[in-house]
């Protein structure tokens, strides 16, 4: 790689990559700093994008509490079929280099509670580092008032590669518990064998009282969050970052109809197209397929990306939105009281002639 990447939009920060740490035998922590004056500002918990050769999008959360002079530390796993591991792997990424990002993006931010409120924190793999981002910024100076319960799933000991730090912060602070989860043989109680997110919900079967974050495995999180449901958590205080290996399009409610529904999609640079999407699909399914929307989480709702600015006429005709997509519309940049969500929007034949402005950096 070097300082010059093509279809680089306006709007990405410039970092340059200053050191490639192995943290264990699949994991690479990855350090950037701005390349040039700006800075990434984020909220620990936040993930960003990564603009890599051929307009490859990668999203990484960062890991560390953020720093006065905008360092960003990611954790990548290095995958067998991944593109941005085989670059790793194949020394196409050295420090020097000038990779591009976008964001800040994500809600799974830290939030103030009453006391008395307890903190379950899940994690499987590399979703650990956006809850290390977080308890950092914690613990930066002192005892939490809130107890605060980490789970960290993986097979053996040896996959977690911060296992001693938590360990140390256990010793340290005595609000923090940390559970490592492992499904391989080892030494602790059996019940450890369990998924996090099961562990969890036995231990603290009355969820009234607690806030929880999840991060990492779709099935875990989704999984995670019906539990703790059912045992009283109320939705808005279960957070999470939940991704797959690679950026996917939501393209499991794309329809095998031939119907279409004809839409006006307005660029940023004022230019309207008329499009005829396929009915059945998500709106932001349609708009991936046709190289005009990038979506980072997969239809997740958990990236913003993918929101689109309505026609007043057309905000009430559409299904109105759950309560994650308007809980993370609220807290997005610049919100706009006719913004939605393109993944959340299935289209169907009463949306025909469905008229919306696409955000700036929407194009894939």
Partial sequence: ?????????????????????????????????????????????????????????????????RRDDGRVVLHIKLRDEGFFSRMLRDGEVNTGDVIFARGPYGDCIWHDDSP??????????????????????????????????????????????????????TARFSSFH??????????????????????????????????????????????????????????????FDSFESAIVHDMSSTSTSTSTVTVQARAPDGVRHVLALPEGATLMSALSAATMMRGVCGGQQSCGTCRVQLEPEWFDRVPGSEKTERRLLSV?????????????????????????????????
């Fill in 1 to 65: 790689m070097n300082d010059r990447q093509e279809n680089i939009h306006d709007g990405a920060i410039a970092m340059r990559v200053t050191s490639l740490d192995p943290l264990s035998s699949d994991v690479i922590a990855l350090t950037l700093m701005p390349a040039g004056a700006r800075k990434l500002c984020y909220s620990e918990g936040q993930f960003l994008s990564l603009q890599l050769p051929g307009n490859v999008m990668r999203s990484y959360s960062m890991a560390t509490t």
């Fill in 178 to 239: 940390y559970m490592p989860v492992l499904t391989g043989p080892f030494d602790r109680p059996r019940e450890q064998t369990l998924g996090v997110q099961t562990v969890a919900a036995t231990l603290h079967r009355d969820m009234r009282k607690v806030r929880a974050y999840a991060c990492g495995a779709p099935g875990m999180v989704a999984d995670a969050q019906r539990l703790f449901l059912e045992r009283g958590l109320p939705a808005e205080r279960f957070h």
């Fill in 116 to 169: 008395g409120t307890d903190i379950l924190m899940l994690a499987t793999g590399t979703g650990i580092a956006p809850l290390n981002a977080i308890l950092e910024s914690v613990f930066r100076h002192d005892e939490c008032s809130h107890n605060i319960y980490l789970f960290w799933g993986g097979s053996d000991v040896k996959e977690l590669y911060l296992h001693e730090h938590f360990e140390a912060l």
């Fill in 332 to 364: 997005l940049d610049t919100p706009q009281p006719h913004h939605r969500l393109a993944c959340q929007i299935t289209l169907t034949q009463a949306m025909e002639g469905l008229s919306f402005d696409l955000p700036p950096f929407a194009g894939a």
